[in-house]
Nanobody, 123 residues
Framework: QVHLVESGGGLVQAGDSLRLSCAASGRTFSTYVMGWFRQPPGKEQEFVAAIDQRAVSRTYADSVKGRFTISRNNAENTVYLRMTNLKHEDTAVYYC????????????????WGQGTQVTVSS
């Protein structure tokens, strides 16, 4: 089992950058695929990005490709989401999640979730 805690959210202006962090407990962080998801106000949760255990493979939602970068530091049990050129439509609660096996984009395939961090982008 892994416990996840996100941080780094806040209020920014359109065009700004922000980096989210997700700290994981336990000694098995390096065995998990890590993902970032978000839930915009009044909408369903959606996939943002995912990274495999060794940071060899990454996948992104089309809406963030080229602007967001997912990375991880297994020595520090942390996964990051670097967000640049933020847009108003990026406003959401951002969640990190963990799962085993191959890299995944589907919400229901992730077993462990953080509590979320709010990102608000003013236009």
């Amino acid at each position: 089992q892994v416990h996840l805690v996100e941080s780094g959210g806040g209020l920014v202006q359109a065009g700004d950058s922000l980096r989210l962090s997700c700290a994981a407990s336990g000694r098995t962080f390096s065995t998990y695929v890590m993902g970032w998801f978000r839930q915009p106000p009044g909408k369903e949760q959606e996939f943002v990005a995912a990274i495999d255990q060794r940071a060899v493979s990454r996948t992104y939602a089309d809406s963030v490709k080229g602007r967001f970068t997912i990375s991880r530091n297994n020595a520090e049990n942390t996964v990051y989401l670097r967000m640049t050129n933020l847009k108003h439509e990026d406003t959401a609660v951002y969640y990190c999640a963990a799962t085993g096996g191959l890299i995944k984009r589907t919400i229901t395939e992730y077993n462990y979730w953080g509590q979320g961090t709010q990102v608000t982008v003013s236009s």
